[in-house]
């Protein structure tokens, strides 16, 4: 009855703004806007009639990303009039090289090691590895290969772990390592291993993780001939080779940015190494960081996503199996490449908020304007928000008679707002933070319009930006949830059944924590 009651009004009042509309003297108040879309400072300036001067507030919300200017008049009787702009301001992301690291996948202890080599983590996986690879070995002195027993990976760090210091070497381990134990079974002796896996971090070159390996086996016979023996043979050599083809195998692919997701028109969203060091937690977590690829728009190379600086980010939980960090600038990179390559739009004409407004009963029956598909002008962008994180969006939208044609259309600038978070089971807790209509009477002069329109219609809103955050949320599960990632060298796969967002406390990061296991394939290993 409420957005019945507005409509009814809006129908009193059409009549009324197109003579208003008309005059461009007097107190109307304009404003002219003939700045750019978007620009590395804020540059978003407007003139106003110089009879308003002296009158004209005006305020601005933001120093970065999506801005929005307004003026704003009073006049007698309570009756105010106001007009909006919006513009993307900078710092911004740059597309090409290494991209920016904002986000990191987060490899929790449980999903390394569960204490008891279970066949769902890296551990039990290189297990069965290693017996298949080693089957068969014969090594003078050694004997003939039995089994692996106790095999262990741990994130460590030195700190912690100093009798590790030798066997680390003099470089160290400044980010921590993965420390493997095992002990090998031949018929004749069996072998304990120690070794340790120091991730170094992708360069501009090579732009993948390695792992530097140092190996030692513990092999100590009292007969002197034996030992020689088994020192040429190299069973330190054997502990390598174990640590850098299967467990670095696993490592490698398990900490890897995810993988490209196909979009629509044959395009790929993609993400890549950066230039961060790994993030280690003694007997707890690993995380690698990464960044989102993008790339830019043809004939407008200053709209890119803009850049935040990083915030801290949420502590895996200590039954963390897998999780992905996605900053704010992962997230704004996201929604531009969505943006840039026109499938926000195609997303947003699916929803089809012009249809349903446009076909409702009260509008059929009380107004003859109609709407058009809604485009929208800039990337949306994703900030802190006052309940979590707020998603504004600045889009066009063209007003006019039932056949919304060119000569009888107004261009209105639609800008919204909407504060939400995560709640359990991937649904979302939203609150419409803004919604504001400006019409073009040409297009650098900016005029208030259907005021009581954006006021009947406000609930609407929360359609329009729910087409924005349902698309980032499908995004989300299109990339994660029931993927299958290949484990390298391993015979497994990373398999991710469920994802479970939520925004962290300072509103800079999303977090995902993914329900994951390593499962077995059917294919065969070899070297």
């Given at each position: 009855m409420?957005?019945?009651?507005?409509?009814v009004?809006?129908?009193?009042?059409?009549a009324?703004?197109a003579?208003?509309?008309?005059?461009?003297?007097g107190s109307?108040l304009?404003?002219?806007v003939?700045?750019p879309?978007?620009?590395?400072?804020?540059?978003l300036?407007g003139?106003?009639p110089?009879?308003?001067?002296d009158?004209?507030?005006?305020?601005?919300?933001?120093?970065?990303?999506?801005?929005?200017?307004?003026?704003?008049?009073?006049?007698r009787g309570?009756f105010?009039?106001?007009?909006?702009?919006?513009?993307?301001?900078?710092?911004f992301?740059?597309p090409?090289?290494q991209p920016?690291?904002?986000?990191r996948?987060?490899?929790?202890?449980e999903?390394l090691?569960d204490g008891v080599?279970?066949p769902?983590?890296?551990a039990?996986?290189?297990?069965?590895?290693?017996?298949?690879?080693?089957a068969?070995?014969t090594?003078?002195?050694?004997g003939t290969?039995q089994r692996?027993?106790h095999?262990?990976?741990?994130?460590?760090?030195?700190?912690?772990?100093?009798?590790?210091?030798?066997?680390?070497?003099?470089?160290?381990a400044p980010h921590?390592?993965?420390?493997a134990?095992a002990?090998?079974?031949?018929?004749?002796?069996?072998?304990p291993i120690?070794?340790?896996?120091?991730?170094?971090?992708p360069?501009?070159?090579?732009?993948?993780?390695?792992?530097?390996?140092?190996?030692?086996?513990?092999l100590?016979?009292?007969n002197r001939?034996?030992?020689?023996?088994?020192?040429k043979?190299?069973?330190d050599k054997?502990a390598?080779?174990?640590?850098?083809?299967?467990?670095?195998?696993?490592l490698?692919?398990?900490l890897?940015?995810?993988?490209?997701?196909?979009?629509?028109?044959?395009l790929?969203?993609?993400?890549a190494?950066?230039a961060?060091?790994?993030e280690?937690?003694d007997?707890?977590?690993?995380a690698?960081?990464f960044?989102?690829?993008?790339?830019?728009?043809p004939?407008?190379?200053?709209?890119?996503?803009p850049?935040v600086?990083s915030?801290?980010?949420?502590?895996?939980?200590?039954?963390t199996?897998?999780?992905?960090?996605l900053?704010l600038?992962?997230?704004?990179a996201?929604?531009f490449?969505?943006?840039?390559?026109?499938?926000?739009?195609?997303?947003l004409a699916?929803?089809?908020?012009?249809?349903s407004?446009?076909?409702?009963p009260?509008?059929?029956?009380y107004l003859?304007i109609r709407?058009?598909p809604l485009r929208?002008a800039?990337p949306p962008v994703?900030?802190?928000?006052p309940?979590g994180?707020?998603?504004?969006?600045?889009a066009?939208?063209?007003?006019g008679?039932?056949a919304?044609?060119?000569?009888?259309?107004?261009?209105?600038?639609v800008?919204g707002?909407?504060d939400?978070?995560?709640?359990?089971g991937m649904?979302?807790?939203v609150?419409l933070?803004?919604?504001?209509?400006?019409?073009?009477r040409?297009p650098?002069?900016l005029?208030?319009?259907y005021g009581?329109?954006?006021?009947?219609i406000?609930?609407?809103?929360?359609?329009f930006?729910?087409a924005?955050?349902a698309a980032?949320g499908?995004?989300l599960?299109?990339?994660?949830?029931?993927?299958h990632?290949?484990?390298?060298?391993l015979?497994?796969?990373i398999a991710?059944?469920?994802v479970t967002?939520?925004?962290?406390a300072?509103?800079?990061?999303?977090?995902?924590?993914?329900?994951?296991?390593?499962v077995?394939?059917?294919?065969?290993?070899?070297?």
């Amino acid at each position: 009855m409420k957005a019945g009651a507005g409509i009814v009004v809006v129908a009193a009042h059409l009549a009324g703004f197109a003579v208003l509309a008309a005059r461009s003297a007097g107190s109307e108040l304009t404003v002219d806007v003939a700045t750019p879309l978007a620009s590395e400072k804020l540059t978003l300036e407007g003139g106003v009639p110089d009879a308003l001067a002296d009158r004209v507030t005006v305020t601005v919300d933001g120093t970065a990303g999506l801005v929005r200017k307004r003026w704003h008049v009073g006049y007698r009787g309570g009756f105010a009039r106001e007009v909006g702009a919006t513009q993307l301001v900078g710092p911004f992301q740059q597309p090409g090289g290494q991209p920016a690291c904002s986000g990191r996948v987060v490899v929790g202890q449980e999903l390394l090691d569960d204490g008891v080599a279970s066949p769902g983590t890296i551990a039990g996986a290189t297990l069965t590895l290693l017996d298949t690879q080693l089957a068969g070995l014969t090594l003078f002195a050694l004997g003939t290969y039995q089994r692996v027993e106790h095999l262990s990976l741990r994130w460590a760090r030195l700190e912690t772990q100093w009798f590790d210091r030798a066997l680390v070497g003099p470089s160290g381990a400044p980010h921590g390592y993965v420390r493997a134990t095992a002990t090998v079974v031949f018929d004749r002796v069996a072998v304990p291993i120690v070794m340790a896996l120091i991730p170094e971090a992708p360069t501009p070159l090579t732009r993948e993780l390695h792992f530097r390996t140092a190996a030692f086996a513990n092999l100590d016979f009292d007969n002197r001939v034996v030992q020689w023996a088994s020192d040429k043979v190299g069973a330190d050599k054997l502990a390598t080779r174990l640590a850098n083809q299967q467990i670095d195998a696993g490592l490698v692919t398990t900490l890897a940015p995810p993988p490209p997701l196909r979009l629509a028109h044959g395009l790929e969203l993609r993400f890549a190494y950066c230039a961060d060091p790994i993030e280690i937690a003694d007997h707890a977590w690993g995380a690698l960081p990464f960044g989102v690829e993008i790339g830019t728009v043809p004939h407008q190379a200053a709209i890119l996503p803009p850049h935040v600086p990083s915030r801290p980010r949420a502590v895996p939980s200590p039954h963390t199996t897998l999780a992905i960090d996605l900053d704010l600038d992962a997230l704004n990179a996201l929604l531009f490449e969505l943006w840039r390559t026109g499938i926000l739009d195609d997303k947003l004409a699916e929803v089809g908020l012009d249809r349903s407004f446009n076909a409702d009963p009260i509008v059929t029956e009380y107004l003859s304007i109609r709407l058009s598909p809604l485009r929208l002008a800039l990337p949306p962008v994703v900030s802190a928000g006052p309940r979590g994180m707020r998603l504004a969006a600045d889009a066009r939208v063209a007003i006019g008679d039932d056949a919304l044609e060119a000569s009888h259309v107004t261009t209105g600038r639609v800008y919204g707002a909407l504060d939400f978070h995560f709640t359990p089971g991937m649904g979302l807790a939203v609150d419409l933070g803004a919604l504001e209509l400006a019409c073009e009477r040409t297009p650098t002069t900016l005029v208030p319009c259907y005021g009581d329109l954006v006021s009947a219609i406000a609930d609407r809103g929360a359609e329009f930006h729910g087409a924005l955050t349902a698309a980032l949320g499908k995004l989300l599960t299109e990339l994660f949830v029931d993927r299958h990632i290949s484990a390298g060298q391993l015979p497994a796969e990373i398999a991710i059944h469920r994802v479970t967002p939520s925004v962290a406390a300072n509103g800079g990061s999303l977090h995902l924590e993914l329900d994951a296991s390593l499962v077995r394939t059917p294919r065969a290993i070899s070297y």
